[in-house]
């Protein structure tokens, strides 16, 4: 007798069928289905691409928008709907333009990183040793 699905939808990759829910969603005609988004989209000539949710490291708009919540809290505290929006707009005003692109040049670094195969802490410490570089060199993985 199977589960109605695992706990968490957890699924274990190296187990086919181990739960209902599992059986289902790997069915050809579930598969092959497009979701409603992408019919919409369809319709209207556009092709819908899903990404995997990434780390902030990885967004650089994501830096941007610490940047500027980091300036909006040096604001004085105010209940007025007015001055928080005045507020909240100053302070994405005051990102630098150099400061969106070191951010986005960062995320580049880190993007490298992954793609050449570092994970997690090995990525950071590339990313601190090499900011210098546009990529990080292959020499790297003789010292990992």
Not at 12 to 37: A, M, R, T
Not at 71 to 92: G, I, T
Not at 106 to 111: D, E, I, Q
Request: net charge positive; hydrophobic share 35%.
């Amino acid at each position: 007798k199977l589960c109605a699905s695992c706990p968490g939808f957890k699924c274990n990759p190296h187990v086919e069928g181990c739960c209902c829910w599992c059986l289902l969603y790997n069915q050809p005609d579930f598969v092959d289905i497009k979701s409603n988004l992408e019919l919409a989209c369809g319709i209207c000539g556009y092709k819908v691409l899903f990404l995997p949710k990434f780390h902030c490291k990885l967004n650089f708009i994501e830096q941007c928008w610490g940047y500027a919540k980091c300036m909006y809290r040096q604001f004085p505290p105010d209940s007025s709907e007015a001055v928080l929006e005045q507020n909240m707009l100053k302070a994405l005003d005051a990102v630098p333009l150099t400061s969106m692109r070191k951010f986005a040049t960062r995320s580049l670094w880190f993007m490298d990183a992954y793609c050449k195969g570092l994970r997690g802490k090995q990525a950071t410490y590339a990313v601190k040793r090499y900011h210098g570089h546009h990529t990080i060199p292959l020499s790297l993985f003789e010292d990992l």
